[in-house]
């Protein structure tokens, strides 16, 4: 847990300090001296009477009672090291950037177990092992460079791997991008990066405290707690983006049905980061991008202007919005015309608005004014502007940095020479502005922060389903997949509509049961996960004949049990699913099905329980959205049923988290009806 002796210790001692600052407890003790630490600084190492000019103890045992202990000696050395700490000398937090525990193998696994039960018994904090260290306000405490300078409205950073920080607080400098708070949380063997997003949540003060948190994760070892907290930071004024690693889940699942082999852990975090209002990046350089937005006046709409003096760059910067469903719309009328003619011949006001490679800082301004006041229907501007080398370009960015000031509008300002231009972009750096170095990775990254949905309620009421039958059929099923009936019973008690079905193993029985179902039919093998793949589905059976024939045929295909006869609907073929990833709710997916849930992969996914308006947005979001809608002289399906739907399978797997795989692939549409054709259902217990 975070505590005041980590983020503002009185007292620091370093084990392990060296005067080879090459060495990690070499640099970590400079850092901690350069950095102004203004506490009582000890360094402990039996082979120098002084390091650093600082007195060197032979023994832990030695030293005064200290608040914090950065650790930078072998791991087997620890465990009995913050013994001593914790019990002789009150020390409440502890940082350990020595390697070789959990990570490299049992005994390093149970050293790590030993330590934290140390620290746990003295309510202490313990950072690492296996990471940077930490940087705050009042202590410089990690061994890399470069760091950093605080910044107190700069941006908070949590990151699961020490390099990977490096690298961002790397880039990010160049970009202008600054820091506040840095953890780096290595291993996490007790306080992981859910448990500093705790703290930040809890004590955040939206007057004093840095506004924007970068998040870099390799684990997500507690998504309840993160969302809660991610929630609640975003709904208190806090901007969030967040880096998930080893999202894919490649060779970590058997996929038994369709929803197994179109589903990954990054759909199952996408949906978690959007119920929490997170920005989720799939890069550094997209993390800092979108760090630099969140710096900038918040976008209010989709419009965007492009103003440039480089068509190319204009050309992917419009294609990248757009692909993100922002807009460079067209800017004409009278007040484009008198823009027009304060500019060059041969510029373009289009939007983009090209003021060509001679186009000159007074240009520059009166371009942003129009835009700012007599284009309405703009909400933002991107300004790319680089050089050829051909001119000083400092007063150009002189005049972009005065805009960004006072307008109201959102400005963005990609400057992409980054060697011929070098001494102005620091400059306009040096004034406290950031920068976009690539103009196609600012327009996802827009996208990405304009497409993210505000943080859910806590609190979601899931639609009413017979909760008693449910849990009748869950705990009297055995693990694995469900059989017909009992699957029937589930989706009959969370009221998903469903079409007819008999089910028999003897041709005299099926047709017994068939009465005078209209023709044509479907019928199917039972037994086989994949009917499809396995032959076992036939359509378009007119009449009895037909149907005896097929009878035999399906019942020979191998693993068949039984044959499946429905009534063969019409319509538009949807789909819903459920997977459930390990430490997560369950994650819930829609999209168009048939066969071509697999082959376009066009799903959306949202993390149980779900809202009406969160179904609402999966539907949306689906690339096939059109076709639900209706499209090319062809109706479409029931929209407000099919979100209903996706609610139904959402209370379905709260009252049963059993359920660890489902299909209902696929759902028939119309506009009148959307009614469910297959179902698959697996459960664990």
Known sequence: MIN?????????????????????????????????FKGELNVINPKEEKVQHIKSYTSVHEIPKTDLAILAIPAKYCPETIKILAEEKNTKAFIIISAGFAEAGEEGKMWEQEIEKTVNSVDGCLIGPNCIGVITKNYKGVFTAPVPPFQPKGCDLISGSGATAVFIMEAGMALGVSFANVFSTGNAAQTSAEDILEYM???????????VKLLYLETISDPEKLLKHASSLIKKGAKIAAIKAGSTAEGSRAATSHTGAIASSDMTVRALFNKAGIVYCSSREQLLSVAAIFNYKKLQGKNIAIITHAGGSAVMLADQLSKGGLKVPEIAGPDADKLKSFLYPGSSIANPIDFLATGTAEQLGIIIDYCE????????????????????????????????????????????SVVNAQREIQSFLKKGHIHFPDEVVLGKALAQVFNTPEPMPEEISVLEIDTKKIRNVIDSASEGYLSTSQTVDLLDAARIP??????????????????????????????????????????????????????????????????????????????????????????????????FIEVLNDVSAGLSPISKSEAKEMVHSLRGYQLIQGARGKKGANEAIFIEIIQRLSALVEAAPEILEMDINPLIGTQRAITAVDARIRIGK
């Open 4 to 36: 005041k002796q980590l983020l503002q210790p009185e007292s620091i001692v370093v084990i392990g300090a060296s005067n080879d600052i090459k060495k990690p407890g070499g640099n970590m003790l400079k850092n901690i001296i350069s950095g102004g």
């Open 201 to 211: 949540d809890l004590h955040f003060d939206p007057e004093v405290d840095p506004l």
């Open 373 to 416: 006041h007599k284009f309405d229907h703009i909400d933002a501007m991107v300004v790319v502007f680089g050089s050829a080398g051909l001119f000083d370009v400092e007063n150009v960015y002189n005049v972009l940095s005065v805009k960004l000031e006072i307008c109201n509008k959102p400005i963005f300002p990609v400057l992409p």
């Open 498 to 595: 469903r079409v007819l079905e008999i089910v028999e193993n003897s041709k005299e029985k099926l047709f017994a049961a068939m009465g005078t179902m209209d023709f044509p039919v479907v019928m199917k093998v039972v037994g086989p996960l994949h009917k499809s793949d396995a032959m076992g589905v036939v359509m378009n059976i007119a009449n009895k004949e037909e149907a005896a024939e097929t009878f035999d045929i399906l019942m020979n295909i191998e693993s068949t049990t039984a044959i499946m006869v429905q009534p063969q609907l019409v319509g538009l073929e949807l789909f819903v699913g459920v997977i459930k990833e390990t430490g997560f709710k369950h994650t819930i997916l829609c999209g168009l099905g048939g066969i």
